[in-house]
């Protein structure tokens, strides 16, 4: 025990005998805290600040002037008042005290008579050092307290208890007037910074436009017009310029809980940011769209992946390079391999993109691709669907896409509904707009008529695609012609005339389709959404014209879960193939200049 917290036993005598012998005692502070928590200061700056505790003042103590707010009315005030002019100023009012290093113990001293106060006062949270109160602020405010009832001495009065300001040092010893300042709020913790993370390579920027591949997916929402807005944001970015999308795939999720099909598709581009900082800005992009992240692998109304960032790999805490899941997801790997049909993914598990493609095993569960998903009218309500058909799934190299069995084999709208087929068959096609009747394809999308590419503005006709019939589509599936996307339509409506070879429908079903390395390399075409208003992709599988042939040959017949054949059709050019090797990653030779 300290020796202030001895002497806070304060002899009876100096105690007013309605103070019990503990209050004051258990009240005091040792007097080094007090000198400290307590600038010096005159008496009635502590008045003031007894007269701001909350603590009832006793009745007797009313009539002390400085407690001139707790007086109840005009009355009683003016006899309070009257009470402590009588007492003259210096004359002190005895009280218990406890005695600083330097006082006598009988030493009198001035003290604030408030309030009648029996629980112990909270203790003084921790002050600025006096050093730190400017001191040219001390006699603005002792003047401001002039003006209040505080200004009056203490009388010298019978004290029902001790209240806390009885325990401040006497002015004479510490003569600079300070005030106190206002008690602090408990302080809130703050959450301790994340440490500065160091930089690395992934937070250097290129010197010059770096050729990325970026993945949208979506399954929440009205997925197509989200993904349809994340691209043209993501061409917002500052230092990121997209030079081609990829048709839409339809995709059975893979991996998480059970949740909708997604939309896939994949935008290649070039970048003048850090890795990290294109990270950051395709996140952005997600929040913007509402993204949760809920749960790994979870549904979500965006998701956008750096897949490659030129040939960087790369292993951070959070960011890989190449994605590391990259390499087994066909709902990546196809339409990129659409867009890209010689890319080869760097890293580890990586190689040509269309053959692990060929192979991934989510590969059966890629559905559909629309070409002009970016831009396809507004859906006619009357137009006929481009269906597809239960018995065309996949040859099943793994999982299908997730179906309703009570409704898949019976109508092919049904098949496999769209996300936004699953809570309501109409949905605005813009935000705003007010929501039509839309009939869906299998797709969930309404369809456009073929002749509705704009990027087929003016083509010769083309040989039919062969009739409907399960073992021509199985032939056509896997002897598509040199220049036939590998989703082209090979199952068009019974009754229906097949649309042009180069003229791929809105959606096409691919789970069957060849390996996009047969066509070729598409001639690339800047994305200049500033121009269009709303972004396109380029017609990166159309044939020139004249250039199909119809597959003449039964397809050899190949093993589940491996890659078709390249072609086994005489006078077809995929013969002439080259083997898959490991040829550089390509991209777009014409990336744009200018900066979007
Ligand atoms: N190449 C990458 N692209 C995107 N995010 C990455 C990449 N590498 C690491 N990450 C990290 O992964 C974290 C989780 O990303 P996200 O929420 O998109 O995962 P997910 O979509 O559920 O699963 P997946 O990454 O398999 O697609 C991100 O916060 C990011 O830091
Ligand atoms: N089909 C499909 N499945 C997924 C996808 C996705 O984009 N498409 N994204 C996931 C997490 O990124 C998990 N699973």
Known sequence: MSEAQQGAGAPVEDRHPDVPAAAPVEAVAPAEQLAQAVPAAPVEHFTQAAAAAPAEPAAPVVTAAPVGYAVPDAGAF???QAEAERVPAEEPVRAAHEPFVDEDRDQPF???TTTAETTPPAPLPPLPEPADVPAQRAPVEAQDLAETPTEHTVPDRPVAHQPEPVHQPEPVHQPEPVHQPEPQPEPHPVPEPEPARPLDRLDE????????????????GDAQQTLRDAVTDLDRI????ITDVSPLARTAAVGGPDQPDYLNAILLARTTLSPRALLHAIQGVENVHGRVRAERNGPRTLDVDLIVFGTVTEFTEDLELPHPRAHERAFVLEPWSQIAPDAVLPGLGGGPVATLAATAPDRGGIRWLALDWLTDAEPEPEAAPVAARAEEAP??????????????AASPQAE???PEAATSSTRPAHPGEAAQPVPHDAGGHAPVPAPVNPFVPEQPPAAPVPPSAPAQQEQAVAEPGPFVPSFHPVHPQDGQEAPHAQVPPLWADVSQAAPAAEQPAPAPQPFSPAEQGSPQFHPVHQAPAGSFQPP???????????PEPRSSQPGAPSVQQPPVTGTPMTFPADLRGSSS
């Open 205 to 220: 920027a290129p010197t010059g436009f770096v050729p990325v591949v970026l993945a949208l997916g979506a399954n929440l």
């Open 552 to 562: 003449q040959a039964p397809p050899a017949p190949h093993a589940p879960g491996h």
């Open 110 to 112: 001035p003290v604030a």
């Open 416 to 418: 496999a509904p769209a």
């Open 238 to 241: 500052s230092g990121l310029e």
């Open 78 to 80: 003016a006899a309070a």
């Open 395 to 408: 040859a099943a190299t793994v999982e299908p896409a997730r179906q309703d069995p009570a409704t898949s």
